[in-house]
């Protein structure tokens, strides 16, 4: 455990071996944070750890592990944490993956895999780190969310309603935290070049199943998804949380990525039925 200034920053951060995570996690670095980089499987750190020693700043990391989905971990190194002389200014939850397929075809199990994850792990990991940032009276915590947690898309129903339930949470938690010093943020991107939907994502077995009543729809559905149409550089996002971990006073929701604005504005906009159609279409599941 490294001594650090007193007037050095320390964020700790979930999902920091790749996509997001590794971005913030240098990002920050580079800001003179001390970052706690937290992953489920600490071998997986060589990505990150080749990122950090490029940009000079491999001292200000600290590689960790942490599964999310493990309640005795997380209490394990929030407890760690907590006995630390430092403070703590900032949890960023980022771990996440995608599970894709059409409604009908991911079941209970897959379901469950998904919302323990991306909703119940991030609240764990949330709730397991309060009680020191109640303690300073002080402290931003940021969720990574989507635009699939305020629009749905077909497809991507699990994704899409863990990141539903994340949003209704962090809203009410922003509530209830504010009024104690601590600043509660959700981040809403939309399409950029991680690799949630290559190495991190999960394909159910229905959709996988030959014999799945929407085989035909899916082989198409699966042309769209697998589009090497560029994305936007995931690094905006990345430098999006550091200007919000700057900033006293955030707003709750900060969307990023021209898809994902111009998403929200033609659904204010646009009739539903319109809206509706242009998904489907566009989706290629429309038979």
Do not use: C, H, K, T
């Given at each position: 455990m490294p001594t650090l200034p007193n007037s050095c920053r320390v964020a700790l951060i979930t999902g920091a071996s790749s996509g997001f995570g590794l971005l913030t996690t240098v990002t920050l670095a580079r800001r003179g944070w001390h970052v706690l980089a937290t992953m489920r499987d600490i071998s997986r750190r060589e990505k990150l750890e080749a990122a950090a020693q490029a940009a000079g700043v491999l001292d200000r990391i600290e590689f960790l592990a942490l599964d999310v989905t493990k309640a005795e971990q997380i209490a394990e190194l929030s407890a760690s944490i907590a006995a630390?002389?430092?403070?703590?200014?900032?949890?960023?939850?980022n771990a996440g993956f995608a599970m894709a397929g059409l409604a009908d075809d991911v079941s209970d199990a897959e379901l469950r895999q998904q919302f323990e994850t991306n909703f119940y792990g991030a609240a764990a990991v949330t709730r397991a780190f309060?009680?020191?940032?109640?303690?300073?009276?002080s402290g931003h915590v940021v969720f990574l969310s989507?635009?699939?947690?305020?629009?749905?898309?077909?497809?991507?129903?699990?994704?899409?309603?863990s990141k539903f339930a994340l949003?209704?949470?962090a809203e009410t938690l922003r509530f209830e935290m504010k009024p104690l010093g601590i600043q509660v943020v959700l981040v809403e991107p939309g399409a950029f070049e991680t690799d949630i939907w290559t190495?991190?994502?999960n394909i159910s077995a229905g959709t996988l199943n030959p014999n799945s009543p929407n085989a035909a729809r899916i082989a198409k559905w699966r042309v769209r998804m697998e589009s090497t149409k560029p994305k936007a550089n995931p690094q905006t996002v990345a430098?999006?949380?550091?200007h919000i971990l700057d900033n006293p006073r955030p707003k709750l929701r900060y969307v990023f990525g021209t898809d994902a604005k111009m998403g929200l504005l033609l659904r204010s906009?646009?009739?539903w039925s319109f809206l509706e159609r242009f998904l489907i279409k566009a989706s290629g599941i429309s038979g």
């Open positions: 630390r002389p430092s403070r703590l200014d900032a949890v960023i939850n309060l009680p020191q940032l109640r303690r300073q009276g989507s635009i699939s947690g305020r629009m749905g898309f077909p497809g991507v129903g699990s994704y899409s309603a949003e209704g949470w190495r991190n994502a430098d999006g949380i550091a906009l646009l009739p």
